[in-house]
């Protein structure tokens, strides 16, 4: 028991005092209280009072100076806080306009690839290397036994069907075993989405990653492009799979090897690696070689692509794609690729395809395998 409690047990007046003096003031003392109030008030009007100079008051103007300082603070948070939702409201409205444009772009090239077809489907002319063999086109992707990694991969891209030029060259990329094919295909003709699914569809996600396949371009534009727009999109469900560029400025350490299934680049560097064998080749299945005319163009990527068809598996696939095909591409094209089906636009301009491959199927066929 307290002191207070047994003061207040002992004597009942000195309880009553106790008991008053704990319980809360009455409302008639309400008024009672005021004086304290205004106390309180004169308090906060000091407070407000600027710090006198020999710095006795120095407490509470600081005290107005953090306050301001963190409303300006809480301003700013504010502000930022606003910015940011501006932000991003205007980058949702800039991918929303994106979105719609890319979504744009797929349809009008889906309708320029069915009016390619329409126009080009009956001039396409394929010469097949085996007479024998009945290998039909594609009408859809469905028919050609894709996994499903690939197709659900195509038909997210917005793939509906196949084009032209991949109606009769995926059967032969994708056949058991397997074909080498000449396209004669220009930008548009969506040859990139062939040849992109053929070496996908040989590779085997391996790990350490051992190089399968070898695309070479004339350029490093071309090869990024390929990279960015065709390969990582068809791969979008195979994990794991590792891709490298094959171009000027990409450094791999010495004594290392590229880690990597799929190598993209242009033909000086990919020679380059592998002189200093920073790539095997043994395990390459597919060698896919792209705008062969620009390739020619230049003598050094010329002689470069020969060099590394040279090391190439004798299993190894080969698919050679130009958009023209005027003779030096024809003798080119002759010394790349042993024994191919060949895809060509049968009345192109005549300047498109040389004399050579105007001959009947026979007899191309015989000129091709005979260098
Ligand atoms: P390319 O001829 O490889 O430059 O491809 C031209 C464009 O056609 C690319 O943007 C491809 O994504 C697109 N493309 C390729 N194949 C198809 C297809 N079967 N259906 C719709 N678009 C395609």
Request: net charge negative; hydrophobic share 40%; glycine share 4%.
């Amino acid at each position: 028991m307290s002191e207070e409690e047994a003061k207040a047990e002992s004597t009942p007046a000195a309880a009553e005092e106790t008991a008053a003096a704990d319980a809360p003031a009455p409302v008639a003392d309400a008024d009672a209280a005021e004086p304290t109030a205004s106390a309180d008030e004169k308090k906060v009007e000091e407070e407000a009072k600027p710090a006198t100079v020999d710095g006795a008051d120095a407490a509470p103007a600081k005290s107005t100076e953090d306050e301001e300082k963190k409303a300006a603070e809480v301003r700013a948070a504010v502000e930022e806080e606003a910015k940011k939702e501006v932000e991003a409201e205007e980058a949702a409205k800039k991918e929303a306009k994106r979105k719609s444009a890319e979504e744009l772009t797929k349809r009008l090239q889906r309708l320029a690839l069915d009016h390619q077809k329409e126009n080009t489907h009956e001039r396409l002319q394929v010469i097949q290397a085996d007479q024998s063999s009945h290998l039909s086109s594609a009408k859809t992707f469905q028919e050609l036994n894709l996994p499903k990694h690939l197709l659900d991969a195509i038909f997210e891209m917005g793939f509906e069907r196949p084009s032209a030029i991949q109606e009769e060259a995926l059967p032969r990329i994708l056949a058991d075993p397997p074909r080498n094919v000449i396209g004669q295909a220009q930008s548009g003709s969506g040859k990139t989405a062939a040849f992109v699914v053929g070496m996908l569809f040989r590779i085997v996600v391996d790990a350490p990653a051992s190089v399968q396949a070898l695309c070479v371009t004339p350029t490093r534009e071309l090869a990024v492009q390929i990279v960015q727009k065709a390969v990582a999109p068809m791969a979008a469900h195979m994990t794991g799979l590792k891709v490298q560029l094959a171009l000027a400025g990409e450094m791999v350490e010495r004594g290392k090897r590229v880690d990597a299934h799929l190598i993209v680049g242009t033909p000086g560097k990919i020679v380059d690696w592998m002189k200093r064998k920073t790539f095997i080749t043994k395990n390459i299945k597919v060698f896919v070689l792209d705008e062969a005319d620009n390739m020619v163009a230049e003598s050094g990527h010329r002689a470069n692509s020969l060099l590394i068809k040279k090391q190439m598996p004798k299993s190894c696939q080969s698919l050679f794609f130009s958009a023209t095909f005027p003779d030096e591409v024809v003798q080119f094209a002759t010394k790349m690729v042993y024994n191919p089906d060949k895809i060509l636009i049968e009345r192109g301009p005549e300047a498109l395809v040389s004399s050579l491959w105007s001959l009947t199927a026979c007899r191309a066929t015989f000129l091709l395998s005979c260098p």
